[in-house]
């Protein structure tokens, strides 16, 4: 990879993530004097921030390893950075969702938070996954199918960086099914579903997670190749067909909210699957079109600009549209950091897939 392209590539999610900081104080600077949509809008982008920076913690351990500025600093310092801002986003989605009492907008938004955090915790699992990434083109183009590639993870560390993903998932999932069930107002629909939306996310990344992992151990089989791929597919559909039955059923105008951000949760999930197709098509064969996937990713970044515009034109008719154009704008960034990742992987893939 060439040096200059290394770095515009570590400045996409580094890029994405000051907008998303600095457009989320802006809209919940006004929503001290505006309203409570403003809060929670506010809150939801400036914790994407946490995503962003898991990323470039993503895209930084690659891309030292390919240029080879790789050193032991590094190693630990990337994952170390990535987890300790999806704790902290984590614990202030926790304290959020406590200030209820206070102000419902808090609830709402706490619980969005947690869920980012969440996702920001396996993306860094990621990251993690990703410390010994040079052996998937070693192992592709050198190594028979079962043959150890010496110096690997062990087997138990394999297994507990698959399982960080999984246990996040089920953490949000458990959360957001007593939410729903609660029932208790349109706060806990809202925070439910939206909840329920990124432990989807975090579930896909399972998979993503599960194919660096199994790539670098040199255990990834033909038999598995595109089951992680229909796997993440099928989670980003259900945000999608939920979202959008969720909008056609709408009982008030509080449901527009979730409904929108669960379709792009949804397209979230297909920028993730971007990878997880690269990575499945390159191992072990030759494939044309990869250096075609990054445009996935892009095509997500587009529908979520796209949609937020759609959504701000509709505000002016109805103030139920504000959150989920703010939201999008946000999603649509965390989607354009995804196509860095991608392009990445396809870089440091292409041995592979020439």
């Not at 250096?291 to 509709?314: G, N, S, V, Y």
Request: hydrophobic share 50%; charged share 10%; net charge positive.
């Amino acid at each position: 990879m060439n040096y200059f392209m290394s770095i515009f590539f570590r400045l996409i999610p580094l890029l994405m993530g000051a907008i998303c900081f600095s457009y989320g104080i802006y809209v919940t600077t006004l929503g001290t004097a505006l309203g409570s949509g403003y809060l929670v809008a506010g809150h939801v982008l400036i914790s994407l921030t946490a995503i962003c920076i898991a990323l470039y913690c993503t895209a930084a351990t690659i891309i030292r390893q390919l240029i080879n500025r790789y050193s032991s600093f590094f190693k630990w310092f990337l994952p170390v950075l990535g987890y300790a801002v999806s704790l902290f986003t984590v614990g202030m989605g926790i304290y959020y969702w406590n200030l209820h009492t206070i102000n419902t907008a808090y609830f709402v938004s706490g619980n969005i938070i947690f869920g980012v955090g969440l996702i920001a915790c396996c993306v860094t699992t990621v990251a993690t996954s990703s410390t010994r990434f040079l052996f998937i083109p070693a192992n592709s183009n050198k190594l028979q199918p079962g043959d150890k590639p010496q110096g690997a993870f062990s087997e138990n560390t394999a297994k507990i960086l698959i399982a960080i993903p999984a246990f996040c998932a089920l953490v949000g999932l458990i959360r957001s099914i007593v939410l729903i069930s609660a029932g208790l107002s349109s706060e806990y629909f809202v925070a439910g579903h939206v909840l329920f939306g990124t432990s989807l996310v975090c579930a896909s990344l399972i998979a993503l997670v599960a194919s660096v992992i199994r790539q670098i151990q040199n255990t990834f089989t033909d038999k598995e190749r595109w089951k992680w791929t229909i796997f993440v597919l099928i989670l980003g559909s259900i945000n999608v067909v939920l979202g959008i039955g969720i909008l056609l059923v709408q009982k008030t105008p509080a449901w527009i909210a979730p409904g929108w951000v669960l379709v792009g949760l949804g397209f979230i999930c297909y920028s993730i699957s971007s990878k997880v197709i690269l990575l499945a098509s390159v191992w072990r064969q030759t494939f044309s079109l990869a250096k075609r996937i990054p445009l996935i990713p892009i095509t997500t970044t587009l529908f979520c600009l796209f949609t937020a515009a759609f959504l701000f034109e509709a505000e002016l008719f109805n103030s139920a549209f504000f959150v989920p154009a703010r939201v999008m704008v946000g999603l649509g960034a965390v989607c354009f950091t995804l196509y860095s990742i991608v392009s990445i992987l396809e870089s440091g893939t292409s041995g592979s897939s020439e």
